[in-house]
């Protein structure tokens, strides 16, 4: 079956070092990606998105990530994180339809 | 502005009363969605609509109804709710199904 993991339930950084959120999928071909950040009582944001070519995609907030068809993988990243960063960031992915990772909920301490 | 709005933001009823979450956008936009957001789960699509009069089950649509009568308008109706639909639930909208959704600001509904 179609599915979308993000392994990491809860990922807590300090204010100023770097970040590196993990998704994982499981389709037959390369499905439309997408990363979404959810800030406290709010709506989805999208962060950025990958259909094709280059594998590295540069995202809103200083955001990328980095496509990997060997490992089925879209991880999202940022050298240098913030406080406004803490929030729930969501990976999706389109084939036909559009199916979300259960989330990863940062927190960055100061 | 462009946006997705969603009525009511907050919605306390109680099994088997009929009720509607009413989801309208101002985009333009061809394809809508409804997806219910639970702890541990993420979001899980309902509903969508890829247009007018063209309506799609999601991942868990068991005891939900849309209509796409309008193209900004795609209400979600629950004709007799149940204590497992307590959620949160958003609409969301998008010119086709790989663009960028704009979601709305969710509701928050218990079922008691």
């Known amino acids: 079956a179609q599915s979308v993991t993000q392994p990491d339930i809860h990922i807590t950084v300090s204010e100023g070092a770097s970040l590196e959120l993990r998704c994982n999928y499981s389709?037959?071909?390369?499905?439309?990606l997408f990363w979404y950040v959810q800030s406290p009582g709010q709506g989805l944001q999208l962060l950025l998105k990958?259909?094709?070519?280059?594998?590295l995609v540069q995202g809103i907030k200083g955001f990328e990530a980095e496509f990997k068809r060997s490992q089925s993988s879209f991880n999202l990243r940022k050298p240098s994180v913030h406080w406004s960063d803490a929030a729930e960031y969501f990976c999706?992915?389109?084939?036909?339809?559009?199916?979300f990772g259960a989330g990863t909920r940062l927190t960055v301490k100061p | 502005e462009a946006q997705v709005t969603q009525n009511p933001r907050y919605l306390i009823t109680v099994t088997g009363k009929k009720l509607t979450v009413t989801c309208s956008q101002n985009?333009?936009?061809?394809?809508m969605s409804w997806y219910r957001q639970d702890p541990g789960l993420g979001l899980r699509q309902i509903y969508y609509?890829?247009?007018?009069?063209?309506?799609d089950k999601g991942d868990v649509p068991e005891g939900y109804k849309v209509s796409r009568k309008e193209k900004r308008n795609f209400p979600l109706i629950l004709e007799s709710p149940s204590p497992n639909q307590t959620s949160l639930y958003f609409c969301?909208?998008?010119?086709?199904?790989?663009?960028?959704?704009?979601f709305g600001p969710g509701t928050r509904l218990t079922v008691t």
């Open positions: 969301a909208s998008s010119l086709s199904l790989r663009s960028e959704q704009y």
């Open positions: 389709y037959g071909a390369t499905p439309y």
């Open positions: 990958y259909f094709s070519g280059d594998t």
């Open positions: 999706a992915v389109e084939d036909n339809d559009m199916r």
């Open positions: 985009m333009n936009h061809e394809y």
């Open positions: 609509s890829m247009n007018v009069e063209v309506t």
